[in-house]
């Protein structure tokens, strides 16, 4: 925006000083019209980009908030102390993961029902050996856990 002052009294001012000092004026309105209107555009531009980023924001809560429910539900049924709203506010979505994962609700390999063998069914029921390992650590993490840690970076950033 441009700033006109006077630098003479206009009483001192003859008629072709005026009338220049009127075309400056004038000059420097019409100036400031277009910066102003070139503001406006630009500040129209980027109101639409905010509701679109605002849209974009509420979109990716809402997926946050549905998979807390989600990963809340299985962790509920795997583990019958809490329902499944009780563990979705107890618990935020990354612990929910890791939790469906280690009680291992998740399995990347599909699964087939094969009928026992011979041996298999004689036996009474499963050994220690076949238990799965009830305290995992935390360095391992399987390729499931990995896979849903990426997903869920890439759509939500840092949850």
């Given at each position: 925006m441009?700033?006109?002052?006077?630098?003479d009294?206009?009483?001192e001012?003859?008629?072709?000083d005026?009338?220049?000092?009127?075309?400056?004026?004038?000059?420097?309105?019409?100036?400031?019209?277009?910066?102003?209107?070139?503001?406006?555009?630009?500040?129209?531009?980027?109101?639409?980009?905010v509701?679109?980023?605002?849209e974009?924001?509420?979109?990716?809560?809402?997926?946050a908030?549905q998979l807390?429910?989600?990963?809340?539900?299985?962790?509920?049924?795997?583990?019958?102390l809490?329902?499944?709203?009780?563990?979705?506010?107890r618990f935020?979505?990354?612990e929910?993961?890791?939790?469906?994962?280690?009680?291992?609700?998740?399995?990347?390999v599909?699964?087939?029902?094969?009928?026992p063998?011979?041996?298999e069914?004689?036996?009474d029921g499963?050994?220690f050996?076949?238990?799965?390992?009830?305290?995992?650590?935390a360095?391992?993490?399987?390729?499931f856990?990995?896979?849903?840690?990426?997903?869920?970076?890439?759509?939500?950033g840092?949850?």
């Open positions: 441009h700033e006109f002052s006077l630098e009294p206009i009483e001012m003859d008629e072709a005026l009338r220049s000092t009127l075309d400056e004026f004038m000059q420097k309105h019409e100036e400031n019209v277009e910066d102003y209107s070139a503001v406006v555009a630009e500040r129209d531009e980027f109101s639409e980009s509701e679109d980023l605002e974009q924001v509420s979109e990716y809560s809402e997926t908030d807390k429910a989600k990963f809340a539900e299985i962790v509920a049924e795997e583990s019958s809490f329902d499944a709203d009780e563990v979705a506010e935020s979505l990354d929910l993961i890791s939790k469906a994962d280690s009680l291992g609700a998740f399995s990347l599909p699964e087939t029902e094969e009928e063998t011979e041996e069914a004689e036996e499963p050994t050996a076949d238990k799965p390992d009830r305290a995992p650590t360095e391992s993490k399987s390729a856990r990995k896979q849903a840690e990426s997903d869920l970076k890439a759509v939500l840092d949850f």
